[in-house]
C-alpha cells in the first residue's frame, strides 16, 4: 500500500527517478518509544510510513517532519496512522516521528523508501483471514496487555479471563467491525500470576494464556 502510494506521489509531483535502485534487502528500518515520543531509526529516507497502534490516540508530528502529511483513523481500539508528503525532497530520516503517543504501543509498521520500495521494519504483525485469535502483547506483561483478535466479518466479540484457581476476573462484551481488533486489558489491580483469556467470536472460540509479572 505505502510503496504504492509513494510511487504514485514520485510521478504525480515529477520527481522519479527513472533508474531507482532497490535498498538493500538486508537492511532494516526500527522504531523505539521514549515517554510519549516515537522515534525511527532508518537507513535510507522513507517515502511514506502506516502505522498502527494498540488504542485511541491523536498524536502530531514531530517537528523533524512537521510538513509532511498525517492521516489518522481509529477503529476496533486501534489506530492508523498514514505519513506522506506531495512535496518533492521532503523524506522521513532517523529521528523523532510522532509526540503525544501516550501509553499506546506501535504493533505495526509498513514502510516504503523515497523511490517506493518497499523497506523491512522491526514492527510486523501477521496478515490474517478468518476469525484468528493471537497472543496477547506484551507477554508477559507488569500491568496492562492487548489482545488481538482477526474477525472476518462484524460481529460481537465477548471475553472472559479467569484467574489460575478459576476466578472471573474479567468480562466484556462489544460489537466491532469486521478486521483486526484490539483490546487492552488492565490488570494492574491483580496479583502476579497465569490467568486465562476464553474469547468468543460468533460461533468462534479461542483461549489464551497470559502471564502477569511485576
Avoid: C
Avoid at 52 to 72: G, R
Avoid at 151 to 173: C, F, L, M, Q
Avoid at 188 to 203: C, K, S, T
Amino acid at each position: 500500500m505505502v510503496a504504492d502510494l509513494v510511487y504514485i506521489i514520485r510521478k504525480v509531483v515529477g520527481d522519479w527517478n527513472p533508474r531507482p535502485v532497490p535498498p538493500d534487502e538486508t537492511m532494516m528500518t526500527r522504531f523505539s518509544t521514549h515517554d510519549t515520543t516515537l522515534s525511527v531509526e532508518t537507513p535510507v529516507r522513507i517515502g511514506a510510513l502506516l502505522l498502527v497502534f494498540d488504542s485511541v490516540i491523536s498524536p502530531t508530528l514531530s517537528p523533524p517532519i512537521s510538513q509532511m502529511s498525517i492521516l489518522s483513523a481509529s477503529e476496533n481500539g486501534l489506530t492508523r496512522i498514514l505519513i506522506y508528503s506531495l512535496q518533492p525532497g521532503l523524506a522521513i530520516e532517523t529521528g523523532d516521528l510522532l509526540t503525544g503517543t501516550g501509553g499506546a504501543n506501535l504493533i505495526s509498521a509498513e514502510a516504503s523508501d523515497y523511490n517506493g520500495f518497499i523497506l523491512k521494519t522491526d514492527r510486523s504483525f501477521p496478515k490474517a483471514k478468518g476469525f484468528v485469535l493471537f497472543q496477547n502483547s506484551p507477554n508477559p506483561f507488569s500491568g496492562i496487555t492487548t489482545i488481538f483478535i482477526n474477525i472476518p466479518e462484524n460481529t460481537t466479540i465477548g471475553i472472559t479471563i479467569h484467574d489460575w484457581a478459576g476466578r472471573k476476573v474479567y468480562e466484556s462484551e462489544n460489537a466491532y467491525s469486521a478486521g483486526l481488533v484490539a483490546v487492552r486489558w488492565d490488570a494492574r489491580n491483580l496479583p502476579e500470576g497465569v490467568y486465562i483469556a476464553a474469547v468468543r467470536a460468533g460461533d468462534k472460540k479461542g483461549t489464551l494464556y497470559m502471564t502477569l509479572s511485576r
